[in-house]
Nanobody, 123 residues
């Protein structure tokens, strides 16, 4: 069974920084893509950052230039470094792994979500 566990959320003042982590457990063979999403109260979930298996990244317009997504392939982990945080960045942040093939599920693939971590930016 594949599980994603997130950490690193919290309360920070505007202009501050936070680093989110997401680590996958389970006997994973491959991952097609990874991403970070967020959902603020009353709003739809939106893409924050995404990374392909080759390492190419793209970012949502609201976070470009402020957030950086990285990974540690050996640890099956992804990170989101958030700087110059704004009150409008307040949301629950979720990590997502797409096209995951594990030793149990192969050849089938699945998509998995983390449990979410709250980020609150005060003005």
């Amino acid at each position: 069974q594949v599980q994603l566990v997130e950490s690193g959320g919290g309360l920070v003042q505007a202009g501050g920084s936070l680093r989110l982590s997401c680590a996958a457990s389970g006997r994973i063979i491959s991952i097609n893509a990874m991403g970070w999403y967020r959902q603020a109260p009353g709003k739809e979930r939106e893409l924050v950052a995404a990374m392909t298996s080759g390492g190419s990244t793209n970012y949502g317009d609201p976070v470009k230039g402020r957030f950086t997504m990285s990974r540690d392939s050996a640890k099956r982990a992804v990170y989101l470094q958030m700087t110059s945080l704004l009150p409008e960045d307040t949301a629950v942040y979720y990590c997502n792994f797409k096209g995951v093939r594990s030793q149990i599920s192969a050849p089938s693939m699945g998509d998995y979500w983390g449990q979410g971590t709250q980020v609150t930016v005060s003005s």
